[in-house]
């Protein structure tokens, strides 16, 4: 392949075709689509991304990656360059609906999905690959060890799909850790309403800030007074000792609309 992968990148280039073929039937991309893909590597995705659709935007920060990608020059191929964390996505972006596919490199996934989640409104469909533990945490049901404030988030705005689970020797070279594809469908209205999506973002966080601990106690250390604690909980009639691990999204909907008004 006459590259060297970068380990501050986390570089893991898929080169199976089964997975490829998969991730394509789950994107589901007509002729007329624009598709996105976040960190291209060598571009074997890439090219079927271009196959399938009518335009693809790749986000590289690469510099050596970059520079092969231009080398293609092929029609209907926008690279952008730099950190996708940074990147204005909506200014970039200034055609939606796209699907969006990634194999995305595991080191920021988490914080990739913050970000796509604040710009879901440009994506009628994601297909993403991630570690298959943090891929498990966003389909996570409530009172599992894998719930947790990525899983509330995702499920408040996306229908999340399993696609299929991908071994280490799928990749080149070889992650030390299974991998697990996931398709995400956007809800057309959030699935219970959060009232203010800020704070609503504010109480989940709070509520996991301490796993172990009392709803109350964890509601407290994520900053919210005492008293307005107290009272918002026997509002929503959500009892002090539950832990935040076994709120489910109406719970997290009530507890919202009750601790806004205190």
């Known amino acids: 392949m006459n590259y060297c992968t970068k380990k501050r990148f986390g570089q893991h280039f898929l080169n199976d075709q089964y997975v490829i073929d998969k991730i394509m039937q789950a994107a589901d991309i007509q002729t007329e689509d624009r598709s996105v893909e976040i960190g291209p590597g060598l571009g074997v995705l890439t090219d079927h991304l271009l196959q399938a659709s009518a335009q693809v935007e790749a986000f590289e920060i690469d510099r050596d990656l970059i520079e092969r990608l231009k080398q293609r020059n092929q029609p209907g191929l926008i690279v952008h360059e730099g950190d996708i964390l940074k990147a204005n996505l909506p200014l970039l972006l200034n055609a939606p609906p796209y699907i969006l596919v990634a194999n995305l490199p595991?080191?920021?996934s988490s914080q990739v999905v913050f970000l796509l989640i604040q710009n879901r409104q440009l994506f009628r469909r994601m297909v993403l690959m991630f570690q298959k533990e943090v891929g498990e945490r966003l389909c996570a049901v409530p009172g599992t060890k894998d719930y947790g404030i990525l899983s509330v988030l995702c499920q408040l705005w996306f229908d999340i799909e399993r696609v299929v689970e991908v071994g280490p020797e799928s990749f080149s070279p070889p992650p030390k850790v299974d991998s697990l594809v996931l398709r995400f469908e956007p809800l057309a209205q959030p699935r219970v309403?959060?009232?203010d999506t800020a704070f609503f973002t504010k109480v989940v966080k709070a509520a996991f800030t301490q796993r172990r601990k009392q709803i109350r106690n964890?509601?407290?250390?994520?900053?919210?007074?005492r008293d307005a604690v107290d009272a918002g909980l026997v509002q929503a009639d959500i009892a002090s000792t539950r832990r935040?691990?076994?709120?489910d999204l109406p719970d997290f909907s009530r507890l919202t609309q009750a601790l806004i008004k205190q």
């Open 218 to 225: 964890s509601l407290m250390a994520g900053g919210f007074p």
């Open 244 to 247: 935040g691990e076994t709120l």
């Open 106 to 108: 595991y080191n920021i």
């Open 193 to 195: 309403d959060p009232i």
